[in-house]
């Protein structure tokens, strides 16, 4: 069965420290596809990214990092120079896919509450 | 791109009652939908989804249905409420299978007592 872990419930870093968040996932899929998103205080979860299994290259967006690394089914997220607007929940999420589509089916990890305080 | 609106954003029901969240989508056509919950402290759990009108799958058994009368509305429902139904429900959609990642409308809160 699929599953997404994520071991850390609540951080909390001082703002302008560096926080990763860890992320497990278990599928027995070879092709699946991996998302962040943002869930700030209003509720609306906020897409980050998508990886595809097939793709292991580490990305950077701004202050966001992602270090995918299919060895160990893992998917961590880094924020360098945090931010308090950086405070929100964050999921990891999984999805199964069927050739080279994405069914769209979610699996989600239970969440890692970040507060990033001035 | 793609909207999604819920309504109503907040609600408070009494055990027993019946229950009909709304989802619309705006700028996609036959998009896949979702209906996802979210409890207190927790992560979120698929509920249904539907690939097309008429057409529900459900995740989860449970006291809660879903239909899609039309394209882009997806009605999540039940005959009576349960306390253990109180949550977060989310409404997402994909514009089309393959298309990557899903959107999320702004969510509806639902408090049974």
């Known amino acids: 069965a699929q599953k997404v872990t994520q071991a850390q419930t609540e951080i909390s870093v001082v703002e302008k420290e560096d926080v990763t968040l860890d992320c497990v996932y278990e599928?027995?899929?070879?092709?699946?596809?991996l998302f962040w998103y943002k869930q700030p205080p209003s509720g609306e979860l906020v897409f980050l990214i998508r990886?595809?299994?097939?793709?292991?290259q580490n990305e950077i967006s701004g202050r966001y990092s992602w270090n995918f690394q299919k060895s160990t089914s893992s998917f961590n997220f880094t924020i360098t120079a945090s931010q308090v607007v950086d405070s929100a929940v964050y999921f990891c999420?999984?999805?199964?896919?069927?050739?080279?589509?994405?069914?769209?089916?979610?699996?989600f990890g239970q969440g890692t509450t970040l507060q990033v305080k001035p | 791109s793609q909207t999604i609106h819920q309504w109503p954003a907040t609600l408070v029901q009494p055990v027993g009652s019946p229950l009909s969240l709304e989802c619309t989508v705006e700028?996609?056509?036959?998009?896949?939908l979702y209906w996802y919950r979210q409890a207190a402290g927790r992560g979120l759990q698929l509920l249904f989804y539907?690939?097309?009108?008429?057409?529900i799958s459900s995740e989860v058994p449970q006291n809660l249905s879903a239909s899609r009368p039309q394209d882009r509305q997806f009605i999540l429902s039940s005959k009576k409420l349960l306390l253990s139904d109180s949550g977060f429900y989310l409404c997402?959609?994909?514009?089309?299978?393959?298309?990557?990642?899903?959107?999320f409308g702004e969510g509806s809160r639902l408090t049974v007592l």
């Open positions: 539907s690939v097309g009108i008429g057409q």
């Open positions: 700028g996609t056509s036959n998009p896949n």
């Open positions: 999420a999984l999805s199964e896919a069927r050739g080279s589509s994405n069914t769209g089916k979610l699996i």
């Open positions: 599928t027995r899929d070879t092709t699946y596809y």
């Open positions: 997402a959609c994909t514009g089309t299978v393959g298309a990557g990642e899903l959107f």
């Open positions: 990886r595809n299994s097939f793709d292991e």
